[in-house]
């Protein structure tokens, strides 16, 4: 099978992966763009017909109406993909995101990239607790957060029976923000951020961006390498993290944007380097600046760390920032 068709048909079996419910040819096409491939309607029913008989995908029907779901077999597939396919793919959907998502920065309206976090309901509160003092400690992203119950929709993530949904700012919104305002981020890694007395020490692990097919900071929380909850409580500790680069001719126009993202609660920006100069001993390309942008995931590593079973998909798509409330307020909102 040729390198062309072969992405093509993994893309339509991804995005069937990361949809609750039944699509048809067209929705398909739609969502398959986000991801840089413009296909039309008539060739991916051409893959769905094949992908179909190979026991890849069904058709169903969902009421009224029609469409086509991933199998077993299928997503096992999209598991067992070579490699080369998908690195990279994590660096895409972070350009994608920051294009699509419409925040305006002058009256806090609009959409954000949002990460999403499943844990079973009746760990809510206690959940709640262990992020609290990560936002107050100022290691997310901003200090917001959205919460679903079973059979509701974060964005496009509807949540399983028995879960609670819990959607945290990705720090990619960042570069949603600065694009809008004329200002190119290039997105480098994700690291493990070693911090002492609350400030950046060094990085002790980091997966590029565009070398990866996961999201960096969910590799390093389930492979229990942070201590968010350490580091939020005495400063010191390991956190999740990013390295990004931006213009240093706009590198004013930086400061001011987030310093306005921290007075509406949305700024995560750790760290300002030096013009051209490297960021804790990592190289800067000439002509730009780096930051250390805090990791959106940091309040569910506490959670993590906590004992309590997370299921996250960073990434997961874009919600409008009024959905989004307080940690300490959905606190107080909890039953005694």
Known sequence: MGTKKQDQRLAILRVLHDTDGLLGSGAIADAIRVWGFDISPRTIRLHLHEMEQEGLVIHAKQGRNGGRTITRRGIEELRNSRITERVGFTAARVDSLSWRMKFDLESSSGTIVLNVTTIDAASLPKALEEMAPVFRAHLGMGQYLAVAGPGESLGDFKVPAGKVGIGTVCSVTLNGVLLRKGIPTVSRFGGVLEVANGRPVRFTDVIYYDGTTLDPLEVFI????????????????????????VPTEAIHDVEEITQKLDRIGLNGVFLVGRPNQPLLDFPVHHGRTAIIVTGGLNPVAAIEESGIETTSVALSS???????????????????
């Open 318 to 336: 874009l919600l409008e920032f009024d959905r989004l409330v307080c940690c300490e307020n959905l606190m107080h909102a909890q039953p005694t």
């Open 222 to 245: 389930k492979g229990g390498l942070t201590s968010v909850r350490e580091a939020a409580r005495t400063g010191r500790g390991r956190i999740g993290a990013s390295f990004r680069e």
